[in-house]
């Protein structure tokens, strides 16, 4: 599908241990060429703002692209100048949060060779996880970054994330020996992308990137009043109690 669009989605989140607690909320995701980023009118700009030092950790700052070649070079794939799409929330009035964010990276025949998934916390860290292209199948891989206050970096993520149409569908399980599966989903609809569009979305989703960051940690603040015992998150390559290898 041709890029740029919008989707408005729906997020949930579902955990079935040690307390039985599921949440959704309403958001919206830009679905994008990384080399034809939207140009929008003046009057819009700040409702939308795509950053390369939003993305990835490493990389020059200008170009998106070029961080999406550095984080494909350091796992040896080239694209050979191949289209990466996107999907992924801009800055708003100057506020950016993106938990996960997707790019499907084809070579130059159109062949999807890997998606890589970008996850970001709430403490301000971010991880990549490049995924081998698997013809819409979900794909299992280490879990390799500290997210939920309430999860050691131990067990492994099924992801499923086919190329967007008509709809947006993601769904991320995180497996952990000993617990029944933490499983979130990203389900939208697409919408095409116009001006009166993205006015539409900051009228019914505002300030959207912060309401996704305050609906996580009221969540969490939930949880912890249930009696879920928090994970010291590691410091300095330190193991945290669980067990989690360093960094």
């Given at each position: 599908?041709?890029?740029?669009?919008?989707?408005?989605?729906?997020?949930?989140?579902?955990?079935?241990?040690?307390?039985?607690?599921?949440?959704?909320?309403?958001?919206?995701?830009?679905?994008?060429?990384?080399?034809?980023?939207?140009?929008?009118?003046?009057?819009?700009?700040?409702?939308?703002?795509?950053?390369?030092?939003?993305?990835?950790?490493?990389?020059?700052?200008?170009?998106?692209?070029?961080?999406?070649?550095?984080?494909?070079?350091?796992?040896?794939?080239?694209?050979?100048?191949?289209?990466?799409?996107?999907?992924?929330?801009?800055?708003?009035?100057?506020?950016?949060?993106?938990?996960?964010?997707?790019?499907?990276?084809?070579?130059?025949?159109?062949?999807?060779?890997?998606?890589?998934?970008?996850?970001?916390?709430?403490?301000?860290?971010?991880?990549?996880?490049?995924?081998?292209?698997?013809?819409?199948?979900?794909?299992?891989?280490?879990?390799?970054?500290?997210?939920?206050?309430?999860?050691?970096?131990?067990?492994?993520?099924?992801?499923?994330?086919?190329?967007?149409?008509?709809?947006?569908?993601?769904?991320?399980?995180?497996?952990?020996?000993?617990?029944?599966?933490?499983?979130?989903?990203?389900?939208?609809?697409?919408?095409?992308?116009?001006?009166?569009?993205?006015?539409?979305?900051?009228?019914?989703?505002?300030?959207?990137?912060?309401?996704?960051?305050?609906?996580?940690r009221f969540h969490g603040i939930l949880l912890w009043l249930r009696g879920l015992t928090v994970v010291p998150r590691r410091h300095g390559g330190e193991i945290d109690v669980e067990g989690a290898k360093p960094r």
């Amino acid at each position: 599908m041709t890029a740029p669009a919008l989707y408005r989605t729906t997020i949930r989140h579902r955990r079935q241990a040690p307390v039985h607690h599921e949440f959704e909320f309403r958001s919206y995701s830009w679905y994008v060429d990384v080399d034809e980023l939207p140009k929008l009118p003046w009057w819009l700009r700040p409702f939308a703002r795509f950053e390369a030092v939003d993305h990835f950790n490493d990389g020059p700052a200008d170009s998106l692209r070029q961080r999406v070649g550095a984080c494909l070079a350091a796992h040896d794939v080239d694209l050979g100048g191949g289209t990466v799409t996107a999907a992924l929330q801009p800055r708003v009035l100057g506020y950016v949060f993106n938990p996960l964010s997707l790019y499907w990276c084809h070579d130059t025949t159109g062949e999807l060779r890997c998606v890589i998934a970008e996850v970001h916390n709430t403490y301000g860290d971010r991880h990549a996880y490049v995924i081998p292209a698997q013809q819409n199948r979900s794909v299992m891989i280490p879990k390799e970054m500290y997210v939920s206050p309430f999860n050691g970096v131990d067990g492994h993520y099924r992801i499923s994330a086919p190329l967007p149409g008509a709809v947006l569908d993601v769904v991320v399980s995180l497996h952990r020996e000993g617990h029944p599966p933490f499983v979130a989903t990203v389900h939208g609809e697409r919408r095409q992308f116009t001006p009166r569009q993205v006015l539409v979305l900051q009228l019914v989703a505002p300030l959207a990137p912060l309401m996704g960051t305050l609906a996580i940690r009221f969540h969490g603040i939930l949880l912890w009043l249930r009696g879920l015992t928090v994970v010291p998150r590691r410091h300095g390559g330190e193991i945290d109690v669980e067990g989690a290898k360093p960094r």
